[in-house]
């Protein structure tokens, strides 16, 4: 079956900018999370969605946002971009709710800030 | 909040060579996973292990949750192991769950 697939897989954006990110989760997954990974701070997560509605969100500030769409594709937007929004955007999805469940992940967005 | 620590960060070995890698958490955790980041930036899970000992192939994995740490044994490597390792430890709350993941294990492989 086809994998997590995150698009694009990578943009370069002007500070000030905004991009939205786009993943379509594994068949069946109802659950996708989206993660931060810099070479400073490394992998952090930044939020997770399950069936349209947010059920955790990391300490990011309110310029990143994500949402969740009825057939599990997720968005995550980040609004004006600074420097240090400069980043690999991973996205993973899982069957969701219990623990238990193996998490996939893309092969991410590279996001590059100017 | 939990703190995720892998050892060592870095690691040059001959092909052939084997290795341990080691990751230390400073709480009680729902799951462990590991990771193994290719380079084209993509996470491919290793394994899924709260506790005990798995196998694959040349990998193993073994997480003592009592004593709060797991190991991660590459045996024969291949310079096709070269990468980042990651260990993440997965926590939930009312909220739902996340990973939390240690900094990574450079591996580089020499032929």
């Known amino acids: 079956k086809a994998g997590v697939t995150q698009t694009p897989r990578y943009l370069i954006k002007t500070r000030g900018q905004q991009v939205t990110l786009s993943c379509s989760p594994i068949s069946g997954h109802r659950s996708v999370s989206w993660y931060q990974q810099t070479p400073g701070q490394g992998l952090q997560f930044l939020f997770e969605?399950?069936?349209?509605?947010?059920?955790n969100k990391g300490n990011f500030p309110g310029r990143f946002s994500g949402r969740q769409f009825s057939n599990s594709r997720s968005e995550m937007n980040v609004s004006t971009l600074e420097l240090g929004d400069s980043a690999l955007y991973l996205c993973a999805s899982s069957l969701g709710l219990s623990s238990g469940n193996t998490i996939y992940f893309g092969e991410g967005s590279w996001l590059t800030v100017v | 909040g939990i703190q995720v620590e892998q050892s060592p960060p870095d690691l040059i070995l001959q092909e052939g060579a084997n290795s341990t890698l080691r990751c230390n958490f400073s709480?009680?955790?729902?799951?462990l996973q590991w990771f193994h980041q290719n380079p084209w930036g993509q996470l491919i899970n290793l394994f899924y292990?709260?506790?005990g000992t798995k196998q694959n192939g040349r990998l193993s994995a073994t997480t003592v949750a009592t004593e709060r740490y797991s190991l991660l044994y590459i045996s024969s490597s291949q310079t096709t192991d070269s990468g980042v390792y990651f260990c993440a430890v997965e926590v939930w709350d009312n909220q739902g769950g996340k990973l939390i993941f240690g900094q990574g294990t450079e591996l580089s492989v020499k032929p």
């Open positions: 709480d009680s955790v729902n799951n």
């Open positions: 969605y399950f069936s349209e509605t947010q059920r």
């Open positions: 292990i709260p506790s």
